[in-house]
């Protein structure tokens, strides 16, 4: 599975953005989708996912209420719907794909490029 993130931008506090992750290969209907995130100095951290056939969705507490998962299997492509965005949100998101049910970036073997949300005062 190949994946590439989308939709990043410059936004003020209290916006919005849409990002897309696109997969190639057949299988992404069989996979469970990430997000993760990486602000300047700190690690790497779970976002949201979603289960393959959307049978769940799992959210970090910092965006739980804002940001919304979802996945559109016959368009092999996961969304990340991020509203009311704060200063704090501002990172690279990154897109992954896993055949195990985790929020832990190791189980996670294929990944997006990055894309980078700057939220703005």
């Known amino acids: 599975v190949q994946l590439q993130a989308s939709g990043g931008g410059l936004v003020q506090v209290g916006g919005s953005l849409k990002l897309s992750c696109v997969a190639s290969?057949?299988?992404?209907?069989?996979?469970?989708v990430g997000w993760f995130r990486q602000a300047p100095g700190k690690e790497r951290e779970f976002v949201a996912r979603?289960?393959?056939?959307?049978?769940?969705?799992h959210y970090a507490d910092s965006v739980k209420g804002r940001f919304a998962i979802s996945r559109d299997d016959a368009e092999n492509t996961a969304y990340l719907q991020m509203n009311s965005l704060k200063l704090e949100d501002t990172a690279v998101y990154f897109c992954?794909?896993?055949?195990?049910?985790?929020?832990?970036?190791?189980?996670?073997?294929?990944w997006g490029q990055g894309t980078q949300v700057t939220v703005s005062s």
């Open positions: 992954a794909a896993s055949t195990v049910s985790s929020s832990a970036d190791y189980s996670y073997a294929y």
């Open positions: 290969g057949r299988t992404f209907r069989t996979h469970n």
């Open positions: 979603i289960g393959w056939g959307s049978d769940f969705t």
